[in-house]
């Protein structure tokens, strides 16, 4: 899981919080508080397998509900594999050293 805060290298963020945090959006880090995102290039082609399940339903090769509802549970379940998985977070501020001592104080020094 590539949670992983670019400021303090420690868990930044939970799974659902980075699935719900765009490449436009920021989050706090819940460690150091300093400010983090998605990586963008990585988010786009994230996105992929989505856009492809969405091209799929809309060209109407595949006919019938169910066929179609897997196609684009499908593609959303292998997006947000990847995205959690593989697209990394960056910085989205300037590193304070302050902040990422107290914050990996407070964790025992664990990486
Ligand atoms: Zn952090």
Redesign the pocket.
Known sequence: METT?P??G?D?VSAWRKLALGPASTAK?R????K?SAAVPQALLSFVPCVVAVAVVLSGVVRGTGPLIAIGAGGWVFTSVLYLVWVPLVARQVTRQDA?AA?RAAAGHRT
């Open positions: 805060c400021h303090c420690l930044a880090c460690r150091c508080g300093l983090v990422v914050a």
